[in-house]
């Protein structure tokens, strides 16, 4: 899946049971080859209200420190590549 803000290969699971309640888990590939690239596209979406305050994390894999057991778990049942996560809570 490729969307037209560069992100592509699109997973979703939902993380039932945690502390903050249920959540979900997007995983993607966004083509930036570094972490400002990414904070970047984090701020643009900022900027256009798609990021609510029920966001816990958004960014790189490697800087995920929301429930990184549970993440990495999750991640291993992706079967494409990703370099990012976007961790929300749902009602």
Request: glycine residues 6%; aromatic residues 8%; negative net charge.
């Amino acid at each position: 899946m490729r969307t037209d803000s560069g992100i592509k290969n699109v997973v979703t699971f939902r993380l039932t049971g945690t502390p903050d309640g249920n959540l979900l888990v997007r995983f993607y590939h966004l083509d930036v080859a570094s972490q400002e690239a990414v904070n970047w596209h984090i701020a643009e979406q900022l900027v256009a209200g798609q990021m609510s305050a029920e966001v816990l994390y958004e960014g790189n894999l490697q800087n995920n420190t929301v429930y990184p057991t549970a993440i990495y778990k999750l991640l291993d049942r992706v079967e494409v590549y990703v370099n990012c996560v976007r961790i929300e809570r749902v009602k």
